[in-house]
Every structure is written in structure tokens, then in C-alpha cells.
């Protein structure tokens, strides 16, 4: 039979499929979150995130050093203080746990990888909100500002390269590019998390954090239904100059993804949230599915999308599989 297309020539041997991939996952593209937890003389495993540790300072630079001989591009750090209060004092306390933390990093593996921090106030507010609340127990966005602007020139100065601003209070990229560029920080780099959802997936998340929160985020993150708001995220942290923009949770909001990743101007980075890993692990775990396959098709699902890189609990895993 006489067909004009046969797209099935393509895909004949491995050799063919290689050759004609449209989306590339390269080891530079990953960046592997991690948790270090202040006062553990040992790692503690995250139980709903089987592979995922809350570090010992000891462990974590063993696995910052495992990071770098993987080739990824980079770490995103959090910490998880021992006190927490009203206003997340330990986040902005030069010798607070996640300051401490970014320190070793950049003296560890800081040529090798791009070292970055998380930054917002829930893993150090006693009421686990990602910014302070007012009188009426309101989280206030410009008071949150503020904490923001001292939690940036703290983490800048402790070496942090690219702050993760995933607070998602109005205005934030601006507020702590002023704030950095006032003190000279004019080379730290800002990561807007331009459009974060108010998600079912970060559930794992808040245990490897060990979140105080009661209540959730629906007043501050996003509408799982809007799609359009992704985008009007997007050009507002543009505007206000952030250098890469984020959109959070990945695998359900591959449209989002698509959408910003077609009119940004910087880089588009998308995180595999606690909640994507769990629920691979989970499956895998019960022999429903096929663990790497799995793992390998998320990510090229990501990339494909729109994303330049990707935040995975997988990164030094996935980087593995991809050089061999
Ligand atoms: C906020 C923050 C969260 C995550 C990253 N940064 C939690 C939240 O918004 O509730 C979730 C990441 C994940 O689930 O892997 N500091």
C-alpha cells in the first residue's frame, strides 16, 4: 500500500529514535532539592518520601558532594529550624539553619553547582504561614515584605547564588531585588516562583519540612482552576525583574508550563513537587509501575512542556540514568 506518511519509520530502532528525540534531558538541566534539619546527628528519612533525607549537616555534605560528581546544575536548599515563632526569626539569624547550611554549600560544592535557597517564613513560623500574619490572623502581605527583604540579604550573604522566592505574597520580586540591590547584592540572582498552585501535592513536603500549618495556603497561592492567572504571574515577577520564573506543581500544570514558558523573556524552571515523587515511589513500590521508566518520562514530560530545568527529588538518580 502506497501511504504518504509513514511516521512509524521513525520510530524503527533505537538507534533511529535517538536520532530524531525532540526533547533532551541533560544532567546540567536538574536541581536536586534538599532538607537539612538543625540539631540532627544523624539523617532522618522522610517516611512518605522513600530515597529523601532530612540532613545532618555531616550528611549533607556528603550528598552535596555526591550532587556534584552526578553533574547536575544545581541544589535548592531548605531548613528546618529547631524553634520556630511568630515572625520566623531563625530565617533571618545569619547562623539560622538554612544560613548555615548555604555557608557549607558554597564552600562544599559552590564552583560545581549553583547553590540556591529557599526563600519564604513557613519552615520557621510557629503558625507555618509563608509570611506574618496581622491582628486578625491574616497572612499581611507588605509585613511579609519586609521579613522577606531581611531574609534575602541574609541568604546573600551567606553566599546564596539564586534565591527561590516561592512565598507567593504580591510583589515580592520586587521588594527583595530592591532590597539586595540597596546592599550591593547586585549579582544575586532572583527565581520568581511565578505561578505556585495551592496543592494537594506538596503533602509530603510539609512532613520533610515539618510544617506547623494548620489551615492552608488558599489565600495566597493559586486557583488549581486558573490558568490564566499562571500567566498574569508570570509577566508581573517578569516586571519586577525576576531572572528565572518558576511554575509549581509540574504534572498537572504542564499547560501553565507551556503557556509562560511561550512568552517569557528568562528561563522557565517547573518543580516536581513531594507529591509527584510519592506517588511514583508509592507505585513503583507496589509493582504498578515501572520505577525508571516512570521517573524518566515525568521529567522529559517537564522538559517537553516548556521547562529549561527542573526541580526533582530525583536529580543525582535521573543523572545517572542519563549519562549511562
Ligand atoms: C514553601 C514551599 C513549599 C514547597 C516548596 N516551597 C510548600 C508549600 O508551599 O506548602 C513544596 C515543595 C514540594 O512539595 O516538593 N516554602
Given at each position: 500500500?502506497?501511504?504518504?506518511?509513514?511516521?512509524?519509520?521513525?520510530?524503527?530502532?533505537?538507534?533511529?529514535?535517538?536520532?530524531?528525540?525532540?526533547?533532551?534531558?541533560?544532567?546540567?538541566?536538574?536541581?536536586?532539592?534538599?532538607?537539612?534539619?538543625?540539631?540532627?546527628?544523624?539523617?532522618?528519612?522522610?517516611?512518605?518520601?522513600?530515597?529523601?533525607?532530612?540532613?545532618?549537616?555531616?550528611?549533607?555534605?556528603?550528598?552535596?558532594?555526591?550532587?556534584?560528581?552526578?553533574?547536575?546544575?544545581g541544589v535548592m536548599l531548605?531548613?528546618?529550624?529547631?524553634?520556630?515563632?511568630?515572625?520566623?526569626?531563625?530565617?533571618?539569624?545569619?547562623?539560622?539553619?538554612?544560613?548555615?547550611?548555604?555557608?557549607?554549600?558554597?564552600?562544599?560544592?559552590?564552583?560545581?553547582?549553583?547553590?540556591?535557597?529557599?526563600?519564604?517564613?513557613?519552615?520557621?513560623?510557629?503558625?507555618?504561614?509563608?509570611?506574618?500574619?496581622?491582628?486578625?490572623g491574616r497572612v499581611d502581605?507588605?509585613?511579609?515584605?519586609?521579613?522577606?527583604?531581611?531574609?534575602?540579604?541574609?541568604?546573600?550573604?551567606?553566599?546564596?547564588?539564586?534565591?527561590?522566592?516561592?512565598?507567593?505574597?504580591?510583589?515580592?520580586?520586587?521588594?527583595?531585588?530592591?532590597?539586595?540591590?540597596?546592599?550591593?547584592?547586585?549579582?544575586?540572582?532572583?527565581?520568581?516562583?511565578?505561578?505556585?498552585?495551592?496543592?494537594?501535592?506538596?503533602?509530603?513536603?510539609?512532613?520533610?519540612?515539618?510544617?506547623?500549618?494548620?489551615?492552608?495556603?488558599?489565600?495566597?497561592?493559586?486557583?488549581?482552576?486558573?490558568?490564566?492567572?499562571?500567566?498574569?504571574?508570570?509577566?508581573?515577577?517578569?516586571?519586577?525583574?525576576?531572572?528565572?520564573?518558576?511554575?509549581?506543581?509540574?504534572?498537572?500544570?504542564?499547560?501553565?508550563?507551556?503557556?509562560?514558558?511561550?512568552?517569557?523573556?528568562?528561563?522557565?524552571?517547573?518543580?516536581?513537587?513531594?507529591?509527584?515523587?510519592?506517588?511514583?515511589?508509592?507505585?513503583?513500590?507496589?509493582?504498578?509501575?515501572?520505577?525508571?521508566?516512570?521517573?524518566?518520562?515525568?521529567?522529559?514530560?517537564?522538559?517537553?512542556?516548556?521547562?529549561?530545568?527542573?526541580?526533582?527529588?530525583?536529580?543525582?538518580?535521573?543523572?545517572?540514568?542519563?549519562?549511562?
Open positions: 500500500m502506497s501511504l504518504p506518511d509513514r511516521p512509524r519509520r521513525l520510530r524503527m530502532t533505537p538507534a533511529m529514535r535517538r536520532l530524531v528525540a525532540e526533547t533532551r534531558l541533560h544532567r546540567a538541566e536538574l536541581i536536586l532539592p534538599m532538607f537539612v534539619r538543625e540539631g540532627l546527628a544523624e539523617p532522618a528519612p522522610v517516611g512518605s518520601m522513600p530515597g529523601v533525607m532530612q540532613h545532618s549537616m555531616d550528611s549533607f555534605r556528603a550528598a552535596l558532594n555526591e550532587a556534584a560528581a552526578a553533574g547536575i546544575g531548605f531548613g528546618v529550624p529547631e524553634k520556630k515563632d511568630a515572625i520566623g526569626s531563625g530565617a533571618t539569624d545569619e547562623d539560622g539553619i538554612l544560613n548555615q547550611a548555604t555557608r557549607v554549600a558554597v564552600s562544599e560544592v559552590g564552583d560545581a553547582l549553583v547553590v540556591q535557597t529557599d526563600l519564604c517564613l513557613d519552615e520557621f513560623t510557629d503558625h507555618g504561614h509563608c509570611g506574618v500574619l496581622d491582628a486578625t502581605n507588605d509585613a511579609s515584605l519586609a521579613r522577606y527583604r531581611d531574609m534575602a540579604l541574609a541568604q546573600a550573604a551567606a553566599g546564596s547564588a539564586l534565591l527561590g522566592l516561592s512565598g507567593m505574597m504580591d510583589g515580592q520580586v520586587a521588594a527583595v531585588r530592591d532590597a539586595l540591590d540597596t546592599a550591593g547584592f547586585t549579582d544575586t540572582a532572583l527565581l520568581g516562583y511565578a505561578a505556585k498552585y495551592a496543592s494537594a501535592f506538596y503533602g509530603p513536603f510539609r512532613e520533610a519540612v515539618d510544617s506547623s500549618l494548620t489551615g492552608d495556603r488558599k489565600s495566597y497561592q493559586q486557583d488549581p482552576a486558573n490558568r490564566r492567572e499562571g500567566l498574569r504571574e508570570a509577566s508581573i515577577d517578569l516586571d519586577e525583574g525576576a531572572d528565572v520564573i518558576m511554575v509549581k506543581p509540574a504534572m498537572a500544570y504542564l499547560d501553565v508550563l507551556a503557556d509562560v514558558a511561550a512568552i517569557s523573556t528568562v528561563p522557565v524552571w517547573a518543580y516536581q513537587v513531594s507529591g509527584e515523587y510519592a506517588m511514583i515511589e508509592a507505585a513503583a513500590a507496589n509493582g504498578w509501575i515501572d520505577r525508571e521508566r516512570a521517573i524518566m518520562e515525568s521529567l522529559i514530560g517537564i522538559r517537553r512542556a516548556g521547562a529549561d530545568a527542573v526541580l526533582t527529588y530525583w536529580a543525582i538518580e535521573a543523572a545517572g540514568a542519563i549519562s549511562r
